[in-house]
């Protein structure tokens, strides 16, 4: 495995990005309102993903600048997905997690000497606490001390958006029974000086430490937010964890160091130390929801107006200069191509475990992680895609996914063409898909009702003749080896290249 660097804050990985070419600082005063989406866009739609942003000058609505900078797009290409994760390949987070999950503890002294530097590994993982005043809380601002729409450079990104909106924050929150504490990436809208929306849906962590604070009838939550930290911690909210399972865990697992953890001001809540920025405060469970939205979403289109609870933010910590970390969401492809792409390869193990017939599962962009899956299998038994696609429906958020698609493992499902042609040629509509319901994302604007709707299944694999299928299946065209060796070895003299 390939020694890489592990970055401790945003300010270190976006240095390493302007040393490597990777950030192009913008030094023109760009207005938050619009203009700066368009070049953020226009940036992520470049080949492989465009560089990083840092925008030097915001333009606040009033016309004044702001004094914090803007970071976009700092995840916006493999390379930095994977500077952020700490690995040259994103590919080494799965082999580490299916080299801990391997259940066989090894036979014979040496064998189990072996496996030392596996157990080593987790014991690097746990957070640690800060010592002395963390960085996130070297100015602090109390109730009534500050007014967030002049304070933070908050985007709006889209003409019909209903405001500015924070696209780039971690969530904390907690049972109010106690138990690890869960982050999320939720959007929030500013809806004024101390007040934003709390966009958890239904399906994710924080909605249901909501719901449980709300039956306990303890009245308000203490919700605290971060604003950056180290690159492998700020992805993890974005990461479809097991409920229970720690974030900051996690982040120290991929960082192969582990997160410098602080407590909030305010709140039994743990931030990450090396924040850019913080926001204290509490989500009041009896309080009137509030219109949150419309807002451009991942989906390319708008999610329109939807009660959220509110987050009333009470107290405001930052390092002395601070950067804002911000993500465009919009059509496909834009940065959450690569966040997303970094959990596909880091959960496939996980998928695996159950389910060891799956070789490969892809979720191209222009399915917007829940419209569309494609798995690869070994077959081994008729109705095995069913089997898998009724596997992954009940598996984590992976049971929002709308059209799962299960080819044989000859197919390379990265690539998108490839999986279809293969699995369009190998159906007969009637017999090979299957209707069935389910929760779906939130963000569907086509099920018949919000976050419940129906999924389709289509068998792509070849048809056995226990499944039925009497006539000869044909065999795909392949060049015999020898050929295919012998044209290679002069194939650079023939002087055949792509045109223009
Ligand atoms: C840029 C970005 C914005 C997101 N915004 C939201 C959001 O507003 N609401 C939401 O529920 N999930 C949102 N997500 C998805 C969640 O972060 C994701 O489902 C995560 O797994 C939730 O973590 P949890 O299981 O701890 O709740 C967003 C993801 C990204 C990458
Ligand atoms: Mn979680």
């Not at 319901?437 to 009702?449: F, K, Q, T, Y």
Request: aromatic share 10%; net charge negative; proline share 10%.
């Amino acid at each position: 495995m390939a020694e890489t660097r592990v970055f401790d804050n945003l300010r270190e990985f976006i240095d390493h990005l302007d040393a490597t070419g990777e950030l192009v600082r913008v030094r023109r005063p760009v207005a938050l309102d619009l203009e700066m989406a368009e070049i953020a866009d226009r940036t992520m739609k470049l080949p492989g993903g465009g560089p990083a942003l840092l925008f030097e000058q915001p333009v606040l609505p009033d016309g004044s600048r702001s004094p914090i900078p803007v970071a976009i797009n700092v995840f916006g290409s493999w390379r930095r997905m994977s500077a952020a994760l700490g690995v040259e390949r994103l590919e080494e987070h799965g082999e580490r997690i299916a080299e801990l999950l391997k259940p066989d503890v090894p036979k014979g002294l040496w064998a189990k000497v072996q496996m030392l530097p596996r157990l080593a590994e987790l014991t690097r993982v746990p957070p640690r606490r800060y010592r002395g005043t963390p960085p996130c809380q070297e100015v602090v601002y109390r109730e009534g001390e500050f007014d967030l729409t002049s304070l933070l450079p908050v985007l709006r990104t889209w003409p019909q958006d209903g405001g500015p909106f924070i696209t780039m924050p971690l969530v904390m929150t907690r049972d109010p029974e106690g138990g690890p504490q869960n982050v999320g990436m939720y959007r929030m809208q500013v809806f004024g000086p101390d007040t934003t929306g709390m966009h958890w849906q239904r399906h994710k962590g924080g909605a249901a430490h909501f719901r449980a604070w709300k039956e306990s009838g303890k009245g308000r939550m203490p919700v605290v937010v971060a604003l950056g930290g180290d690159p492998a911690t700020m992805y993890t909210p974005t990461a479809p964890l097991p409920p229970g399972i720690s974030e900051f865990l996690f982040g120290g697992f991929l960082r192969r160091k582990p997160v410098q953890v602080a407590t909030a001001l305010t709140a039994d809540l743990d931030v990450p130390a090396e924040a850019e920025i913080i926001l204290e405060g509490y989500v009041d469970t009896d309080e009137p929801y509030a219109v949150e939205g419309p807002f451009g979403d991942h989906t390319g289109f708008y999610t329109l107006e939807d009660p959220y609870p509110v987050f009333h933010v009470t107290t405001v910590t930052m390092r002395r200069n601070p950067i804002y970390p911000a993500t465009l969401v919009g059509r496909p492809p834009v940065e959450d191509v690569y966040l997303g792409g970094a959990t596909e390869r880091v959960f496939l193990p996980l998928a695996r475990l159950t389910m060891p017939e799956i070789v490969d599962y892809h979720m191209p962009p222009e399915g917007v992680f829940h419209n569309l899956v494609f798995v690869s299998i070994r077959k081994e038994y008729p109705g095995h895609a069913f089997k898998v696609m009724n596997g992954l429906w009940g598996m984590g958020l992976m049971s929002l996914a709308k059209v799962i698609v299960v080819v044989d493992d000859c197919v390379d499902v990265q690539n998108v063409q490839e999986a279809w042609w293969y699995a369009l040629g190998n159906i007969d509509p009637e017999r090979d898909t299957r209707f069935t319901m389910g929760p779906v994302d939130d963000l569907d604007h086509a099920s018949r009702s919000p976050s419940f709707g129906s999924k389709m299944g289509i068998d792509g694999t070849r048809k056995w003749p226990e499944e039925g299928f009497t006539r000869r299946w044909p065999d795909l065209i392949e060049m015999d080896a020898e050929v295919k060796a012998k044209v290679a070895s002069y194939w650079d003299e023939l002087g055949i290249r792509p045109l223009g």
